[in-house]
């Protein structure tokens, strides 16, 4: 890249960082430190906040909920400043990610519908169909399932139309799980078997790693537990192996849950302990209390009621 002028060098060191972001987060932290130097040579700041939105993404997906959340505030002061929209746009985005995640469900919603206005306004179909995906998975989340189904439906058709494999993955996963989560299991599994299509042709082990999570999540509704516990343990595997620290903790708690269910207390405790540890470290209090939660319960079976009580406590801080 010798003979690029410095801005041509941030901008493409920035984007290889971002098609890291999932696959090797710390590769990606490499790169971008490249670009923060070329940055600082050049004297230029004119990608700045995608730099900044991408440091946040990355964060976010190694689990570290602080600095992601730093670098997106940072990217939306930057993109303001330098009248930035389409930056102004995902900084608002992953913001509205980071509030949903940590349980603000209202600021999240606010986020994430400026930024799908923003993208509205420029006529940005990457912008636009990332906000729909989110705007569905919150209400999923919620249980509103009938508006999630129409954010996520507009977000397929745009995904497929720009021809983003990986965010067409993720939103058909996020389709197949509205029907699972309305035990419409037939309609969920073919839905899942299409995204691991998809997901193998874009090399998209995020995705992949879901669709394991999704299919032991059925598994487990229908009460085959071996094959729940097969699958979350090779989802965990993936989560691992590209350093995703939020599916990793959420496979703890699910692991823990299943060999619960198999009478094994000893180990779905260190499952459980496992989620605690990691959901502290990391900053998702969703699945702080999701942890928490399932080792009050744990230790109400074990009849250690002075134990569910102190965990109770903590819970409730």
Do not use: C
Not at 181 to 205: L, P, R
Not at 228 to 246: F, G, V, Y
Not at 287 to 295: E, H, I, M, R, V
């Amino acid at each position: 890249m010798s003979g690029l002028g410095n801005q041509a060098k941030i901008k493409n060191l920035t984007e290889i960082a971002w098609q890291y972001r999932s696959t090797d987060p710390k590769l990606s932290l490499l790169i971008l430190s490249e670009a923060k130097n070329q940055m600082k040579l050049s004297g230029s700041n004119y990608y700045e906040a995608f730099l900044l939105n991408t440091l946040g993404v990355v964060y976010a997906n190694l689990g570290i909920s602080d600095s992601s959340f730093y670098f997106f505030k940072k990217a939306k002061e930057v993109s303001f400043r330098e009248n930035d929209s389409v930056q102004m746009g995902y900084s608002l985005n992953n913001l509205g990610e980071y509030y949903f995640r940590s349980g603000i469900v209202s600021i999240a919603l606010e986020n994430i519908y400026a930024s799908y206005r923003i993208f509205e306004a420029l006529n940005h179909p990457r912008g636009i169909a990332y906000a729909l995906n989110d705007l569905g998975e919150l209400y999923t989340a919620s249980g509103d399932y009938q508006k999630a189904l129409k954010y996520l439906q507009r977000a397929e058709k745009i995904r497929l139309e720009i021809s983003d494999k990986s965010g067409y993955a993720k939103t058909l996963i996020n389709i197949a799980t509205v029907h699972e989560k309305q035990n419409m299991f037939d309609t969920a599994k073919a839905i899942f078997e299409k995204a691991f299509k998809v997901s193998a042709e874009a090399n998209f082990i995020k995705g992949k790693s879901e669709i394991d999570a999704g299919r032991a999540t059925i598994y487990f509704k229908e009460g085959k537990y071996y094959e729940a516990l097969e699958r979350r343990k090779q989802s965990l595997k993936l989560d691992l192996q590209i350093r995703s620290k939020r599916g990793e903790i959420i496979n703890y708690n699910e692991i823990g849950l299943i060999y619960f269910k198999l009478g094994d207390i000893d180990t779905a405790s260190r499952y459980f302990y496992k989620a605690l540890d990691e959901s502290e470290k990391s900053g998702y209090r969703e699945l702080l209390l999701t942890a928490y939660s399932n080792l009050i319960t744990l230790a109400i079976n074990k009849k250690d009621y002075f134990l569910a009580y102190q965990l109770q406590k903590k819970y409730s801080d």
